[in-house]
């Protein structure tokens, strides 16, 4: 199946810093892609939903300026938490499909963010 | 609006014994529905879809779901279950004129017992 690559699966990062985590489609072209936040034993929380080439869709209650979102090609995805703070502290996944081509989306491992 | 219900928190069963994780969802064209499973610390795997066809889907490990139209139900079960197969289970939706927007429902803890 297809496979999407996040890196880095965990960062810890201080108060005020910027962290950026990178999604990466690694044999098919992702035209979009989504990026969710996973509180401790809840669900996944969509945040917003990036096609290549163009502006992010945040979804309301997102900030767009804290939770920067580039989809500069068909296989990259990126995702900056800008002046982070504790309660940034979350798991952070993507998601990424190629249209037309699948129906269900590839998620990749994660990242768990800590700002201390 | 779309949207998924997973009734209960956790489910447990008797490695062994047939399991069911419950799963209803709400949308306004015909559904695309999914599930995956999550362990801990990890991202979210694919399991098994239904996007048209036979209402009985069969996908990875043994894991089958029916679709329900009529009582808008997408139910996950195994008939025997393994220890193995402890995980957090999640259902979810894409309408098909949501453009590929998936929501996931609350999710169901899954333990089973040796």
């Known amino acids: 199946g297809a496979v999407v690559s996040q890196h880095p699966s965990w960062v810890i990062c201080k108060s005020g810093t910027s962290v950026k985590i990178e999604c990466r489609s690694l044999?098919?072209?992702?035209?979009?892609m989504f990026w969710y936040r996973q509180f401790p034993k809840q669900s996944l929380m969509l945040m917003a939903t990036?096609?290549?080439?163009?502006?992010?869709?945040?979804e309301q209650g997102v900030e767009k300026d804290k939770f920067l979102i580039n989809h500069a090609s068909l296989t990259l995805s990126t995702l900056t938490v800008t002046s982070a703070h504790p309660e940034d502290s979350s798991f952070y996944i993507c998601?990424?499909?190629?249209?037309?081509?699948?129906?269900?989306?590839?998620f990749g491992q994660g990242t768990r963010l800590t700002v201390v | 609006a779309q949207s998924v219900a997973q009734p209960e928190d956790q489910v447990n069963v008797a490695e062994g014994n047939p399991l069911t994780v419950k799963c209803t969802y709400s949308?306004?064209?015909?559904?695309?529905l999914f599930w995956y499973v999550q362990y801990p610390n990890r991202g979210l795997q694919f399991l098994l879809k239904?996007?048209?066809?036979?209402?009985l889907v069969k996908g990875s490990y043994g894991f089958e779901a029916e679709f329900n139209k009529s009582q808008t139900s997408f139910h996950l079960k195994k008939p025997s279950a393994l220890v193995s197969d402890s995980a957090l289970y999640f259902c979810?939706?894409?309408?098909?004129?949501?453009?590929?927007?998936?929501?996931f429902g609350a999710g169901t803890r899954l333990f089973v017992k040796a």
């Open positions: 990036s096609n290549e080439g163009s502006k992010a869709t945040y």
């Open positions: 044999d098919f072209q992702a035209t979009t």
């Open positions: 979810a939706v894409r309408d098909e004129t949501g453009g590929f927007k998936t929501i």
């Open positions: 949308v306004s064209g015909n559904p695309y």
């Open positions: 998601s990424a499909y190629e249209m037309g081509v699948n129906t269900e989306a590839f």
């Open positions: 239904y996007i048209t066809g036979d209402n």
